[in-house]
């Protein structure tokens, strides 16, 4: 008996699952003549979390090719390559990372190789889109001329059932396992879920990701609202930003189109007491998950 007729035995059981290491697919999903685009999943190790101070280590991209309703036809060659910082790697971050000073020592990530990598991308996506962007944005500029999706925060995971965002706990839930926190190895689990069904809907994950990312949003800052209105406002889903740039310091939410009338009266209602005149923004996938916005 060979390991995977073991395997589905022991889920045939019952009172076993089994997780199997991940073999990347190629073609995910068989061409057939359907208008294509070039996708980017990109993934950064670095020495922080702060774009400003902190520093790129290792940088992979995947190129693949995708039809419109979100099927993969193809993956391509990674470009995965490591980058000596000004400042020796702290100890924590090789911890978790498995990237230490002799393995980046004399390694250098040129920028106009990255940027003519990109290039050819219709869309860039990364599992935390909003950390990913703002380190590339400040090292390639091509980044900042790209429409941008996020894996973790545009698919409503918690809806299909899995009980966290982390891309090794997304890959359990999806019957597999890979050698984590390598840039080009987070790429391939990513991609994979993206080319796999969700459980419970069915729809592809990728499918369900251009839907989130197409249509534009508008985020609506509650700014200069009561102090005791903020256990309100946090239960509501507004989420707070003080970070540089140029959306004023308060309380923020995220609506589609059709909502914002609806969320502009409930502030006027139930937080201000009074009408008021917020700032609303627009935002879609150039912009999203940038420092911009």
């Known amino acids: 008996m060979n390991l995977e007729d073991m395997a589905q ?54 190129p693949f090719t995708y039809a419109l309703d979100g099927r993969i036809f193809a993956v391509g060659d990674a470009f995965q390559h490591l980058r000596q910082p000004a400042e020796p790697i702290p100890p924590e971050i090789s911890a978790i990372t498995g990237i230490d000073d002799a393995m980046v020592a004399g390694q250098t990530i040129e920028p106009a190789k990255v940027a003519a990598f990109a290039a050819p991308a219709a869309l860039v996506i990364a599992h935390n889109a909003a950390f990913d962007r703002r380190f590339l944005e400040r090292f390639c500029p091509l980044f900042t001329r790209k429409p941008w999706a996020c894996s973790m925060a545009q698919i409503d995971w918690a809806a299909e059932g899995h009980e966290g965002l982390k891309l090794a706990y997304l890959a359990a839930g999806a019957g597999f396992f890979y050698d984590r926190h390598r840039a080009e190895n987070d790429c391939l689990a990513a991609i994979e879920l993206l080319a796999t069904p969700l459980p419970k809907s069915g729809i592809l994950a990728l499918t369900r990701l251009l839907a989130q990312a197409r249509p534009p949003t508008w985020r609506i800052v509650a700014e200069d609202s009561p102090y005791d209105r903020k256990d309100q406002l946090k239960a509501r889903g507004y989420r707070w930003s003080d970070r540089p740039g140029p959306a004023p310091r308060g309380w923020y939410l995220d609506v589609d189109e059709a909502g914002g009338e609806a969320e502009l009266a409930f502030l006027q209602a139930e937080i201000y007491g009074r009408p008021v005149q917020l700032q609303v923004t627009r935002i879609d996938a150039y912009d999203r998950f940038s420092e911009r916005c």
């Open 9 to 62: 035995r022991l889920e045939a059981s019952g009172d076993y699952r089994v997780l199997r290491r991940l073999v990347p697919r190629r073609h995910p999903h068989l061409a057939d003549g359907s208008a294509t685009r070039i996708g980017l999943f990109v993934d950064v190790e670095t020495t922080g979390l702060d774009p400003v101070r902190h520093e790129i280590i290792e940088l992979a991209m995947v």
